[in-house]
């Protein structure tokens, strides 16, 4: 009998590493221990960031002031990423060392008892933290060798010459750029008319020239109705009913939550686990955090959920996790895109980098940051095209943690040169 058991070994551990140390009996299941951390550790966001690190480093050589040739040794980034991985996978594994780790298939068919192994756990309280997986759309026949997912492309240890991305969300645009910048010629296929089509109209602009300037090829309009590979490479036909073929296709078609390990009848399921906004499902002490809920595929979101839970679950009553409020960005290069808080302000003001020189070197003369307050003068969002967005974000997320207005934002000054005070410029025209 546990107090807590942990299914899944993503940004869960966080969660069950609290617990421990506060005393409870815990234990966290993953089906494959050497993937304890989850996917941002092990498929995501950590080697898909160093992988975009380096690229920015090839498409920076290649300035007019800059001479010489430099190309992506993938084998040595691969080697480098693997080595990362293992050093940080090991450091999660010893901060788990009060943690039952069980490696095996958890299924949850009733209230409270947990399947694994052939044995049944049983625990007060459950936490489900499963993750999801890559989406491959009807028609598109997936066999990991030229119809790929993002999990290939990080196991890659050769740049291919040509490739097609199918889907303009986060992974298509961050994989893009990363091929881009590091010499692969890139066409990205999207089924919409637009690019980021829920940001502000400039930014939208911009995001789609940046894409252009760095050499992508982009697709508008252009719905994949199938996708099969043939001796000729892949046989790629659209929804107009007009055809290519294309040597390597990478599908980027967005991320579904895991919830076949669930058949327990009390706990509902929709788009994923439907949970209340303290995260527990429709069954009392069973809760599920990060992109099994289907609320939003973030590491730093299932952290903030799971020990929001922990805690919860610890008697500290927490307050909600203002989801609104998580920082949500792009990693394009050579700017990246984020987005904090909301945008329909009845207050908003933009200001344009190329107003400032520092801009030039950073390749950001076209970046753009737009701040948004309400009727009341109160600071509610922002989105940002620049260096390093997501960094720049974290400025606006705190305004909003501690409910700033605009005079407030005002008294803080910023460091020149820097981007930042692009941002602090956005705060005086509110």
Not at 353 to 363: A, D, E, G
């Given at each position: 009998m546990y107090d807590i058991i942990y299914i899944g070994g993503g940004l869960n551990y966080a969660g069950a590493i609290v617990a421990a140390k506060n005393g409870k009996k815990v234990a966290l299941i993953e089906k494959d221990m050497s993937q304890l951390g989850g996917v941002c550790l092990h498929k995501g966001c950590i080697p898909s960031k160093m992988f975009l690190h380096y690229s920015s480093l090839v498409y920076e050589s290649k300035s007019e002031i800059l001479q010489g040739q430099t190309t992506l040794n993938m084998r040595t980034l691969f080697q480098k990423k693997t080595d990362l991985i293992e050093k940080s996978t090991k450091a999660v594994t010893k901060q788990c060392s009060h943690v039952d780790l069980i490696e095996g298939e958890a299924k949850l068919k009733e209230?409270?008892?947990?399947?694994?192994?052939?044995?049944?756990?049983?625990?007060?309280?459950?936490?489900?933290?499963?993750?999801?997986?890559?989406?491959?759309?009807?028609?598109?026949?997936?066999?990991?060798?030229?119809?790929?997912?993002?999990?290939?492309?990080?196991?890659?240890?050769?740049l291919p010459e040509k490739i097609?991305?199918?889907?303009?969300?986060?992974?298509?645009?961050?994989?893009?750029?990363?091929?881009?910048?590091a010499g692969t010629e890139v066409t990205l296929i999207n089924h919409s008319d637009r690019i980021l089509k829920?940001?502000?109209?400039?930014?939208?602009?911009?995001?789609?020239?940046?894409?252009?300037?760095?050499?992508?090829?982009?697709?508008?309009?252009?719905t994949i109705q199938t996708a099969k590979s043939t001796k000729k490479g892949v046989h790629v036909t659209y929804a107009d009913k007009s055809s290519n073929y294309?040597?390597?296709?990478?599908?980027?078609?967005?991320?579904?939550?895991?919830?076949?390990?669930?058949?327990?009848?009390d706990i509902q399921v929709g788009k994923g686990i439907i949970t209340d906004r303290f995260f527990e499902t429709t069954l009392k002490n069973h809760y599920a955090i990060?992109?099994?809920?289907?609320?939003?595929?973030?590491?730093?979101?299932?952290?903030?959920?799971?020990?929001?839970?922990?805690e919860r679950i610890l008697g500290k009553n927490p307050r909600p996790v203002p989801l609104d409020?998580?920082?949500?960005?792009?990693h394009t290069l050579p700017m990246s895109y984020a987005v904090v808080g909301k945008t329909d302000g009845e207050k908003l003001s933009v200001v344009p980098?190329?107003?400032?020189?520092?801009?030039?070197?950073?390749?950001a003369t076209k970046g753009i940051m737009v701040s948004y307050?309400?009727?009341?003068?109160?600071?509610?969002?922002?989105?940002?095209?620049?260096?390093?967005?997501?960094?720049?974000?974290?400025?606006?997320?705190?305004?909003?943690a501690g409910e700033m207005d605009i005079s407030q934002a005002k008294r803080t000054i910023f460091g020149h040169p820097t981007f930042s005070e692009a941002l602090e410029r956005t705060f005086y025209k509110l």
């Open positions: 209230p409270y008892k947990v399947e694994v192994n052939g044995k049944t756990l049983e625990a007060q309280h459950i936490v489900m933290g499963t993750g999801s997986h890559s989406f491959i759309p009807e028609g598109i026949v997936y066999n990991g060798k030229d119809i790929i997912v993002s999990d290939e492309v990080l196991m890659m240890q050769e097609a991305i199918y889907g303009a969300g986060a992974i298509g645009l961050e994989m893009a750029s990363f091929f881009a910048t829920h940001a502000n109209p400039l930014i939208q602009k911009e995001i789609k020239s940046q894409l252009e300037k760095i050499g992508v090829t982009i697709l508008e309009n252009h294309v040597p390597l296709l990478l599908v980027a078609a967005g991320r579904k939550p895991n919830v076949d390990f669930l058949t327990c009848k990060g992109d099994c809920n289907g609320k939003l595929q973030l590491a730093h979101a299932a952290r903030a959920e799971v020990l929001n839970v922990t409020n998580v920082i949500k960005f792009i980098l190329s107003q400032f020189p520092y801009s030039v070197q950073n390749h307050a309400d009727i009341e003068g109160f600071i509610i969002g922002a989105e940002i095209l620049a260096p390093n967005a997501e960094e720049l974000a974290a400025i606006v997320g705190m305004s909003l």
